[in-house]
């Protein structure tokens, strides 16, 4: 009997081209465009779906590759990796939220999202894409009807029509903005498989304040979506599987250095629901708490002092005394990739810190006011910009 045929060396070894290029850094997309134009074969493997498939499931979590800063009308995304978009600034616009791969903005008839609806003063949002630079926008936002000098203040984020599980291959999104408007919170969902349009809006009465959202801080923990409440110790759950609001209430121990500073929403990796809070001491040691969700509780962590994650320099500055809190560090933002990324704007510029391993870096000067929007998305070949990629593809096979 005849022994069996040795196996093909050249199929061994486009194996193996794909396991080393599946181990590519996914922070850094420059490398694997670099990678896709060594050879026709290289630029088919990494810009096909398989490819694509695999380069998710391995790495699992999307990477952080940049934010995006407000600054007055007017967007600009600093990068983080080695992706760059193909426009950096947007101008008459905001950024209010972000998925992975999208960005919700706002383009609004006035600082801050307290509007007069029925004033001719329509707000209108928009979901970019910035891999592909695609810019959707969506029909005016219903927003309720309010007589005199009254306002409504509102919130919306972007998610994954598909839920949890999905690998964001031309998945399809949602848009959810909850809001108040006469001690009556509503809320309305926008669909592109669902016609195109927004919703009716779905009111139900408020808790025990009027509750007045603050953009960029919405997280999109389990199977919810939670808002925050600026001037009381509400967060506003809605629940994406019914459609309903809740209000869930956050209290600390009664202590003014706590309770004084900006609190950011967070999620676990398993989909519980976190808040992160700083607080100073005059002995000039600033720490971060954290609290955790659990069945109905919340579950405060072990504190970490910020100088265990922050270098000296960004904590305070010499040249003032350690109960001068406001060049402190400050919370600014939560990616949620892997563990979860929180980030602080100092006195050096924004550092983001793994909840995870600990590890902070440095990633760009502070511009613009509130939060920061973190944006993290896989960037493969093969879903780039149609204009980039033509080039691309054209410049690859030519090799």
């Known amino acids: ?8 060396p050249t199929v061994l070894i486009e194996d193996l081209v794909e396991e080393f290029l599946l181990r590519i850094p996914p922070d850094d997309p420059a490398s694997l465009a670099r990678a896709a134009l060594v050879s026709r074969h290289w630029h088919r493997v990494i810009t096909g779906p398989v490819f694509r498939r695999r380069f998710r499931e391995f790495h699992r979590s999307p990477p952080l590759q940049g934010y995006i800063s407000n600054i007055h009308n007017s967007i600009h995304f600093v990068p983080i990796s080695s992706f760059r978009p193909r426009h950096a600034d947007l101008d008459d616009v905001i950024a209010i939220h972000s998925s992975p791969g999208r960005v919700l903005l706002c383009r609004r008839p006035g600082k801050g999202l307290d509007v007069f609806p029925g004033k001719g003063l329509d707000v209108f949002l928009s979901v970019w894409d910035p891999i592909t630079d695609e810019l959707r926008d969506l029909p005016a936002l219903p927003l309720p009807v309010v007589p005199g000098p009254c306002t409504c203040n509102w919130d919306a984020a972007v998610i994954c029509a598909v839920g949890e599980g999905c690998n964001h291959i031309h998945c399809g999104f949602k848009v959810v903005c909850v ?29 025990e304040h009027t509750n007045s959202f603050e953009t960029g801080t919405c997280v999109h923990a389990g199977s919810s979506l939670y808002f925050l409440s600026r001037f009381n110790h509400e967060i506003v759950k809605y629940d994406l599987l019914t459609d309903r609001m809740s209000t869930i209430c956050f209290r600390v121990e009664p202590d003014a250095q706590i309770n004084g ?16 809070k700083t607080s100073n001491s005059t002995l000039g ?10 069945h109905e509780r919340w579950e405060e962590r072990r504190p970490i002092e910020l100088r265990m994650l922050l270098p000296d320099d960004a904590l305070r500055d010499p040249q003032f005394p350690p109960e001068f809190f406001p060049d402190k560090p400050w ?22 810190v793994d909840l995870n391993s600990g590890r902070s870096k440095n990633i760009g000067g502070c511009l613009g006011w509130g939060c920061i929007i973190p944006y993290v998305s896989f960037c493969i070949p093969g879903t780039l910009a149609p204009c980039f990629h033509s080039v691309f593809c054209s410049f690859a096979l030519a090799q």
Request: hydrophobic share 45%; net charge negative.
């Open 1 to 8: 009997m005849a022994a069996a045929p040795p196996p093909d």
């Open 179 to 207: 809001g108040t408007s006469q001690r009556r919170d509503f809320s309305c969902v926008y669909s592109p498989e669902a016609g195109s349009c927004w919703s009716d809006l779905i009111f139900a009465a408020s808790g």
């Open 261 to 276: 500073m900006a609190t950011v929403l967070i999620a676990t990796e398993d989909g519980r629901l976190g808040v992160a």
């Open 285 to 294: 040691c600033s720490t971060l708490h954290l609290w955790i969700r659990d």
């Open 331 to 352: 919370l600014a933002g939560f990616a949620g990739t892997g563990a979860g990324v929180i980030f602080f704007k100092t006195r050096l510029g924004y550092f983001a």
